[in-house]
């Protein structure tokens, strides 16, 4: 999945110091997402023993404050920082060494974030008696979803609020419910290369399965051998969207190319696909995209644009690191081809395989709903926005999520089995992508499936927030999906014909839920390490809204009689009450402190029961 990158590159710093009052201002224009701001002790200015920056940005949210030194350092002394609405005391920790030998520099970070909630002047100051060359404030990458320089914004903004772009994203949010498909030659292995599962290779890296040619690095010629055994069942594409279909899913995202390069669908501009490469002989996109249609189903493709192991050279890291080493800044090779990487440039890669391969697509698919972008990490700001605009030239109605880069996206994801909090503030829809298990291709041995209360929770939490779900499966090499994984989707589908109401259709209600605080997923490896033991009560209750209505989800059976706080009058009148799936009628009182309700005659089912309330208007 996606690529981790903490830095990024070709950024333009401008200086401009304005003199007046004695105070330094400094105003940092950049050519990439990142918006930092460097704070130069040089530029500093005195006061009271005290260094001082005054500086402008553009940009709001969360931010990591580093500090860089001159050659390499164990440790930092403590520090102190102040902003207007931060004050710090602390050793910073060392993150990382960068540079070349002899040009080395240490980079130090704090714990905590500064948030910067206006745009405009801030001031910054800063204690310490060991020297340093430079403070940086970057966007905290965990809540920030990218920044761009701002070159492009007017034409991005004319295409992402088209009449046509905006008639998806309604359905888009609309929707809540999707189908994520890791699928390629890798599902073959299941996780395991010459006898070898993916976490005893003596590589780095994610250890999810379609990783397998990059945790083993498996050099390109032998890795491509697995397309000549890469034979699926006929009936793959009408048996996964069934299921899609019968799990309550609105959408299926296919992997058209992940990041081995291979392409699952008829592609002129490489041989390295299913037609030409495999016994198969037909096109699986095409294939699982008229089934999908016939279901009723909306249709989008996976397509990793900024890695391809087997045609995209080193995803651009050399070009990278030799600027980034000049800065100061870690590179992370993580992605990267470094262990056999095509001898072409990655501008020629752009152009003569990826951006063609998009058109490809776009054309084969004349339906397409939406592009899932991944491997953005070491992309200029200039393709990125090209592969934007060339979708919306040859079909405008397809949305683009933002991993295509910078903020070229018409709508976010949250991370890899990231679920944010409530207080984070997503300014486009956004979904959360999701597994069944701890990988996203088929992985033979990895049992540890999700259960339906588990699975339930998340979407439900999910579109509480306002979000969708794209939830994966990981069919093996023959398109079969694991009989247990396909067991708990229908399940959550047999959930969601009963209440869907509740989440189809839906937005965020003033209030997301009450009842108990618990942290959600923090990622693929996080699930995986801690698995699941949340436990619920009568009095976890979660909201969303449609129209004069709003619904309220729980997990469990019901007591004899619910208290719900945020129904009080201050939140709406209420008019009418019932349960989802349930004709009988019940009593309800509602005053300036919560609501009241009558349950003694609902018994509710396992995975608990959904209030409809609706409103005086």
């Known amino acids: 999945m996606k690529i981790k990158n903490s830095s990024r590159l070709f950024f333009l710093l401008l200086l401009i110091i304005i003199n007046g009052c004695n105070k330094k201002v400094e105003k940092i224009i950049y050519q990439d997402k990142n918006n930092w701001i460097v704070l130069r002790s040089a530029n500093a200015k005195i006061v009271d023993e005290k260094q001082e920056w005054t500086f402008v940005v553009n940009q709001t949210g969360k931010f990591n404050i580093q500090i860089l030194c001159d050659g390499e350092i164990t440790t930092f002394p403590k520090i102190e920082i102040e902003t207007e609405n931060l004050i710090l005391s602390e050793k910073p920790d060392k993150i990382f060494v960068t540079g070349s030998e002899g040009d080395n520099k240490t980079v130090f970070q704090f714990k905590k974030n500064l948030t910067l909630k206006g745009k405009g002047t801030h001031k910054l100051t800063a204690k310490v008696a060991s020297p340093f060359t430079t403070i940086r404030v970057l966007p905290n990458y965990k809540t920030d979803l990218g920044f761009s320089s701002g070159k492009y914004d007017t034409d991005w903004q004319k295409m992402h609020n088209s009449k046509e772009k905006q008639y998806t994203l309604d359905w888009f949010k609309k929707a809540k419910y999707g189908m994520f498909i890791h699928w390629g030659l890798y599902s073959q292995a299941g996780g395991i290369w010459k006898g070898h599962k993916m976490e005893e290779s003596n590589y780095s890296g994610p250890a999810v399965s379609e990783w397998l040619m990059y945790k083993f690095h498996i050099s390109r010629n032998e890795y491509a051998q697995l397309a000549k055994t890469f ?16 799990s309550g899913m609105k959408y299926v995202v296919l992997t058209a190319k992940h990041h081995d390069g291979f392409a699952l669908f008829d592609s002129k501009c490489s041989s390295y696909d299913i037609i030409d490469a495999t016994p198969y002989k037909l096109d699986a996109v095409k294939e699982l995209y008229d089934a999908c249609l016939a279901e009723g189903l909306q249709f989008g493709v996976y397509y990793s644009h900024g890695v391809d192991w087997f045609d995209g050279t080193d995803g651009n890291y050399s070009n990278v690191k030799k600027e980034n080493d000049s800065l100061g800044i870690l590179t992370h090779y993580q992605g990267k081809n470094l262990w056999d990487p095509s001898s072409n440039t990655f501008d020629e ?133 694991p009989v247990k994984s396909a067991k708990v989707l229908r399940e959550v589908g047999k959930w969601l014909e009963i209440n869907g109401d509740a989440v189809y259709g839906t937005t965020r209600w003033k209030i997301s839920k009450e009842g108990q605080e618990k942290s959600l997923l923090k990622g693929t490896g996080d699930r995986a390490k801690k698995g699941f033991s949340r436990s619920f009560s009568s009095d976890d209750l979660w909201f969303t809204a449609k129209d004069n209505k709003v619904y309220v989800i729980s997990f469990v059976k019901p007591k004899s009689h619910i208290e719900i706080k945020s129904l009080k009058y201050s939140n709406g009148i209420v008019e009418k009450v019932r349960v989802l799936g349930n004709s009988k009628i019940i009593e309800w009182k509602q005053n300036k402190l919560s609501m009241n309700v009558d349950m003694r005659e609902i018994k509710g089912c396992n995975n608990g029961y959904t209030l409809e309330i609706t409103f005086k208007k």
Not at 364 to 388: M, N, V
């Open 231 to 246: 034979n699926p069942d006929k009936s793959f594409a009408q048996n996964i969207a069934k299921l899609a279909k019968e």
């Open 349 to 481: 890669y752009i152009e003569n395989k990826s951006l063609p391969q998009v058109k490809e697509l776009l054309k084969l698919l004349p339906k397409l709903s939406l592009i899932w972008f991944d491997g953005e990490g070491f992309i200029t700001e200039d393709q990125s926005f090209k592969f934007y605009k060339t979708i919306f030239d040859i079909n405008p109605r397809v949305i683009v999520n933002r991993r295509v880069g910078f903020t070229f996206g018409d709508y976010l994801d949250a991370g890899d089995n990231v679920i944010p909090s409530s207080d984070d503030i997503m300014y486009k829809p956004w979904e959360t992508c999701g597994t069944t298990n701890n990988s996203w291709a088929f992985k033979s041995y990895d049992n540890d499936w999700k259960s339906t209360r588990e699975l339930l929770y998340y979407l439900v939490d999910i579109v509480s927030k306002g979000g969708n779900y794209l939830l994966n499966i990981g069919p093996d090499g023959k398109g079969h999906v």
